[in-house]
């Protein structure tokens, strides 16, 4: 089954711990992205990759960190998570068009609510 | 900066009327996305759009993307209690006049159907 994968599912930790949000994705995605979703803030994108080991930040990138040495892997590191960082997290996959490189449909997954202390 | 605005912010329908939303940016978008997103859940892509003035429909749902491509709208007739969540729309940040992949989503709208 064509999926994205997110671990943990919830999580509560406390301020100052290091922590890893892992992300993959079993459709050969190009794309892999990470949003953010506050209440009345909507999805914010934190960072994004085009592929293996290109990455860039999304809006609001501050307080983490990202990597993709795998195509299908892109965890999401908190390396001092603050409690301005609780809430809830999507990973996201996409291919790209050929013709455009720009993305296609968006396949979400099902989210880690992360509780900051 | 770049906003994409959605308006209403939520609207409580009966079932059997018609819903609106609509999505507005304050710069012109490539192309435009809509999701849908169950309470709980994660959203779901719905459609793309991409030419200006188009017009797509999946079934009770239409979407329209603006001719200056800077406003696009999701309607749905005789909403269903299926239909109760929140509804995105997402397009590509301009960066120097030209589309990234740094995508921005509208705030949102929150349907309530009651049955």
């Known amino acids: 089954e064509a999926q994205v994968t997110q671990n943990p599912r919830y999580l509560i930790t406390v301020t100052g711990k290091k922590l890893t949000v892992t992300c993959s994705q079993n459709?050969?995605?190009?794309?892999m992205s990470w949003y953010r979703q506050d209440p009345g803030l909507g999805l914010r994108q934190i960072y994004y990759?085009?592929?293996?080991?290109?990455?860039d930040k999304g809006d609001v990138p501050e307080g983490y960190k990202v990597s993709r040495k795998e195509k299908r892997n892109f965890p999401l590191i908190l390396e001092s998570p603050s409690p301005n960082q609780t809430s809830l997290y999507f990973c996201?996959?996409?291919?790209?068009?050929?013709?455009?490189?720009?993305?296609?449909?968006?396949?979400f997954g099902p989210g880690t609510r992360l509780t900051v202390l | 900066g770049q906003q994409v605005m959605q308006i209403p912010q939520y609207q409580h329908v009966q079932e059997g009327e018609d819903f609106t939303t609509y999505c507005n940016s304050s710069?012109?978008?490539?192309?435009i996305q809509w999701y849908k997103q169950r309470p709980g859940g994660h959203p779901v892509f719905l459609i793309q759009?991409?030419?200006?003035?188009e017009v797509k429909k999946q079934k009770r749902l239409t979407f329209q993307f603006g001719e200056a491509k800077k406003n696009s709208s999701l309607h749905i007739t005789a909403t269903q209690t299926t239909d109760v969540g929140t509804y995105f729309c997402?397009?590509?940040?301009?960066?120097?006049?030209?589309?990234?992949?740094?995508?921005?989503f509208g705030t949102g709208t929150l349907l309530a159907v009651q049955p």
């Open positions: 459709m050969n995605h190009e794309y």
């Open positions: 990759s085009m592929n293996v080991e290109v990455t």
């Open positions: 997402a397009g590509p940040r301009g960066d120097y006049g030209g589309a990234t992949n740094k995508l921005i």
């Open positions: 710069t012109t978008l490539s192309n």
């Open positions: 996201a996959s996409s291919p790209l068009f050929l013709t455009s490189g720009k993305i296609d449909e968006q396949f």
């Open positions: 759009l991409v030419k200006s003035g």
